[in-house]
């Protein structure tokens, strides 16, 4: 049975997943499918969190997964999976053959712009997961008609190399399912956590994936209708969300319900300020009016150790914002995104590579550079009033850090 969970709310979706996996018997196998391999990972961390121990739990992207699926059928026809960079790459070639042949009309002049390439791939990528044929395009007008020969074009080079792109491999993934190898797999109750279903070709890979599992649940976030649309064709029923039946109207609110939402624009209301939009020229001035914004809240009375900045580009924007948070004299610590190492760390693993090598003078040498050596007392003797152990602030150890400490 086929079971929709929609809700605006990603800790509902998550609850609802993970009571589904708990419900299901601890000898049982489950497949849970996530929309990236880390939020299948997090399911399953939460439900071995709650159980205390768990087996049987498979996880897998949906691209993982169809890679898995269609590895046998790839290797009898010799083709190898195409990557994100190499569509661009394809894509490239093509747009520079199109252009040296003057076969481009509408795109000639920006076909040279470095971005061009993967703006074709991406839009080639759609196309082809809507499964819109080159054909269909020529007898359009326009750029349609650009499209259409770069889309020639895109076929025959992955013909020509025999590479599958996503839209082919989902579709050899969809084909290998029907056989009778692939039977104890599709009979796994199954959990698809906001897996976006955005054309045909996908829809018919989920729809050959669960056609026969005794239990699936997909959880869909608000305002993704092509996926909610796609699940309702499968005839798959949907289950009520308790967090939409106690809605909030703030602004939060309001911003996670129609952000993603196509169709349904939002209601009038009035604001309440937990929420701001603003735009600023350039990444550099941006990460200043986030210094800014920072301090309004710390002077409204939230503490910073209570605030967090989500980068959607840390290796952009992390020294950006590392600068502007020194600037206005706000303690930071990054969790992810920062590209230089820590000092100290880096010189206590080089300590500790001197140590395994027999005191290499190399390796102390390194450890020199990196400026971390302890200021020295009067006398010039290492300072004796150190402790030996410092607790860790997280919970790496756990209950062993509570008894060294002890």
């Not at 439900?47 to 699926?69: C, E, I, N, P, Y």
């Not at 503490?303 to 590392?322: H, K, T």
């Amino acid at each position: 049975m086929l079971k929709v969970f929609h809700s605006s709310s990603a800790a509902e979706r998550l609850r609802a997943a993970r009571a589904f996996v708990e419900r299901v018997p601890a000898a049982t196998e489950v497949l849970i499918v996530g929309a990236s391999r880390d939020a299948a990972d997090d399911l399953a961390r939460r439900v071995t969190a709650a159980r205390g121990a768990t087996f049987g739990l498979h996880r897998a992207s949906l691209t993982q997964l169809a890679v898995r699926l269609a590895a046998a059928e790839m290797a009898r026809l010799g083709v190898a999976p195409a990557t994100a960079l190499g569509a661009e790459a394809i894509a490239a070639r093509v747009s520079f053959e199109a252009l040296r042949e003057r076969a481009l009309g509408y795109f000639g002049p920006v076909a040279r712009f470095p971005g061009f390439a993967r703006a074709v791939a991406a839009t080639l990528g759609e196309l082809r997961l809507g499964s819109v044929a080159p054909g269909a395009l020529e007898k359009l007008d326009g750029p349609a008609r650009d499209v259409a020969e770069l889309a020639q074009r895109f076929e025959a080079q992955l013909e020509t190399g025999t590479v599958a792109d996503r839209a082919a491999l989902l579709a050899i993934a969809t084909r290998a399912l029907e056989g009778d190898s692939l039977e104890p797999l599709r009979r796994m109750p199954m959990v698809l956590l906001d897996v976006p279903i955005a054309g045909p070709v996908e829809r018919a890979f989920v729809e050959a994936l669960t056609k026969v599992s005794p239990a699936v649940l997909v959880t869909v976030a608000a305002g993704d209708d092509a996926t909610l649309e796609a699940l309702r064709s499968l005839g798959a029923r949907e289950e009520p969300s308790d967090a939409d039946a106690h809605h909030d109207t703030g602004d939060l609110a309001r911003a996670r319900d129609f952000l993603f939402a196509a169709k349904v624009p939002p209601p009038l209301g009035e604001a309440r300020g937990d929420v701001l939009f603003f735009s600023a020229p350039g990444e550099g001035r941006e990460t200043v009016e986030i210094a800014r914004r920072i301090l309004d809240e710390a002077r409204a009375g939230t503490a910073f150790d209570e605030m967090a900045v989500l980068l959607r580009a840390p290796e952009l924007y992390g020294s950006l914002l590392e600068v502007a948070l020194g600037r206005a004299g706000i303690p930071a610590w990054f969790a992810r995104g920062t590209s230089r190492p820590d000092p100290s760390g880096r010189a206590f693993l080089a300590l500790l590579d001197c140590a395994l090598e027999g005191l290499s003078a190399r390796r102390f040498a390194e450890y020199l550079s990196l400026g971390q050596v302890p200021p020295l007392d009067a006398a010039g003797a290492p300072p004796v009033d150190r402790a030996v152990w410092t607790a860790p602030e997280d919970e790496t150890l756990g209950p062993a850090a509570d008894s060294a400490v002890a």
